[in-house]
């Protein structure tokens, strides 16, 4: 018995430009005449306006299980461009590379060998049989600005390529193929990269860490912001808020993730170690009791007005070993430090504590509440992540930041787009045959973010800039026989983008290419 059945694979990028073409406004200037006892001149030189990007990205790694055995049949970038980029470190790694191991290379929107516009097969067989197996994780990457991302499949010539004489006993539609409707697939959201599919439920213990210093609260410390409507409110509010409103969403959706909450002021306010007669601290240990939760968060008062000092070493080491205390067998600890201000009257370093609280396990998720260009962004940035970091290192992974006038409309989403990160479970998109597959996908599907939330969520939540993975496999079962000798089928895939901003529903790309 034998098949010929090619598969072709194929990816393309469709881009969407974020924003208009650069414009350069004209400086002006006023002067009096030479003959005037008084001159004066003012300006506003050097005005500029920059286009934003957005940039779709692909990379793959593709295995079959066949006449050899489990084998890498390819992948983008290759192992050679990766250590040529990267270094030796990258010769132990296949790509796609879990975001973990991304972190370690530093991999980024310009490595060598990403996918960026041209189709290129990842299948290619021609002998496959009953019991073979195939799966090809793809990677997306979107490069600086968020975006909605469609998915299509496209399944086309089922092709019966002639009757052999077995085959001729058992089928009865010669002029069919019937390879597509053999061939059994499965598409699921790979969240962690891994190349296999995991259908249980991720395991996260949250600590939420809030900075309740001075400049959280009071009007002359900063703390009193636009709350988005006309009116004011303060940074504390808002994080209360949108803290509360966190913890709605873990304990009404599926995702396996228990929260709790750790204050920090000064070196005297560190979790509800606080000064005698001022009990504003609060120490709660992650908990799958929203009630608990939502009485901690109510409880949060800011320090004493007038109290200086920011601890922000000492809390992330505090509030460390207090998560490690408490973290669930199995579950991951992750850490969101919410702060708006740089560390001061306090001597444990910042970046050593976060990396100590990495080496144990911890995840940190920064939020970083200042204007562009105050306070310490590369410091948050390094002190972000699962990787240990050296100064100036960190890439922004698990990084969020937000201007002081924005964050009364920002936190919620912030923290939606945090909880679909640490969500590590994976859901699946498609089950069913070749055949089936191709006609669900073939106008094209808006992939989901966060596919754990619920639908009223995730619709709302675009993809952040970083990598995503999707997966696919396929097998042919060992039950099939003689009906699909010759027969041959074809596939593709394809992404496209489309910026998130200003556009709460985006128009479908292969719905209009249909």
Not at 16 to 39: C, D, I, N, R
Not at 259 to 268: A, Q, R, S, Y
Request: aromatic share 8%.
């Amino acid at each position: 018995m034998s098949q010929d059945t090619p598969k072709l694979f194929e990816t393309s990028r469709r881009q969407v430009l974020a924003g208009l073409g650069a414009v350069g406004l004209a400086s002006a200037g006023a002067g009096l005449g030479t003959t005037a006892y008084f001159s004066d001149t003012e300006s506003f030189e050097g005005n500029t306006l920059q286009a934003g990007r957005l940039d779709l990205m692909l990379d793959y790694k593709a295995s079959y299980d066949g006449p050899n055995g489990p084998e890498l049949i390819g992948q983008a970038p290759t192992e050679q461009q990766l250590i040529e980029q990267y270094g030796e470190q990258a010769a132990e790694f296949d790509g796609p590379l879990t975001w973990e191991q991304r972190a370690d290379l530093g991999f980024a929107c310009d490595t060598n060998g990403l996918i960026n516009g041209e189709a290129m097969p990842v299948f290619d067989l021609d002998d496959v049989k009953p019991g073979d197996y195939g799966e090809v994780t793809m990677s997306f990457h979107i490069c600086d600005n968020p975006a909605h991302v469609f998915f299509r499949g496209t399944v086309f010539d089922d092709l019966e390529n002639g009757i052999t004489e077995p085959e001729g006993e058992v089928d009865t539609t010669p002029e069919e193929g019937e390879l597509a409707e053999s061939i059994d697939v499965r598409m699921w959201y790979d969240e962690n990269c891994s190349n296999t599919y995991d259908e249980n439920t991720g395991m996260a213990d949250v600590l939420v860490v809030q900075d309740i210093s001075g400049s959280m609260e009071y009007s002359q410390n900063g703390g009193v912001i636009s709350d988005g409507q006309g009116g004011q409110t303060t940074k504390l509010a808002v994080a209360k808020d949108a803290i509360e409103a966190f913890g709605n969403q873990v304990f009404t959706n599926p995702a396996d993730i228990e929260v709790g909450l750790f204050t920090f002021g000064n070196e005297d306010y560190i979790g509800d170690d606080t000064p005698s007669g001022d009990d504003v601290g609060i120490e709660l240990a992650p908990t799958d009791d929203q009630s608990a939760l939502n009485a901690a968060v109510s409880a949060v008062e800011p320090a004493a007005l007038g109290v200086g000092g920011t601890a922000l070493g000492l809390a992330v080491q505090e509030a460390n070993d207090y998560l490690q205390a408490n973290v669930r067998s199995g579950a991951t600890p992750v850490m969101i430090v919410l702060t708006d201000g740089e560390q001061f009257d306090s001597n444990i370093n910042e970046l050593a504590a976060a990396n100590q609280a990495k080496s144990e396990g911890t995840r940190i998720v920064m939020i970083d509440i200042n204007d562009l260009g105050d306070g310490e962004p590369q410091l948050l940035r390094d002190m972000a992540g699962s990787t240990q970091t050296a100064a100036g290192d960190g890439d922004g992974t698990d990084y969020y930041q937000s201007a002081e006038a924005d964050f009364a409309n920002a936190a919620i989403d912030i923290f939606d787009s945090i909880l679909q990160t640490i969500v590590v479970a994976e859901a699946v998109i498609f089950e069913g045959t070749l055949a089936d597959f191709g006609a669900f996908t073939a106008d094209g599907i808006h992939l989901d973010p966060a596919p754990l939330l619920g639908e009223d969520v995730s619709n709302e939540i675009c993809f952040r800039p970083g990598t995503h993975c999707v997966a696919f496999e396929w097998s042919v079962d060992t039950g099939v026989g003689n009906e699909i000798q010759t027969d041959s089928v074809s596939f593709d895939f394809d992404f496209a983008a489309v910026q998130c901003r200003h556009n709460d529903e985006p128009v479908n790309p292969f719905a209009q290419s249909a």
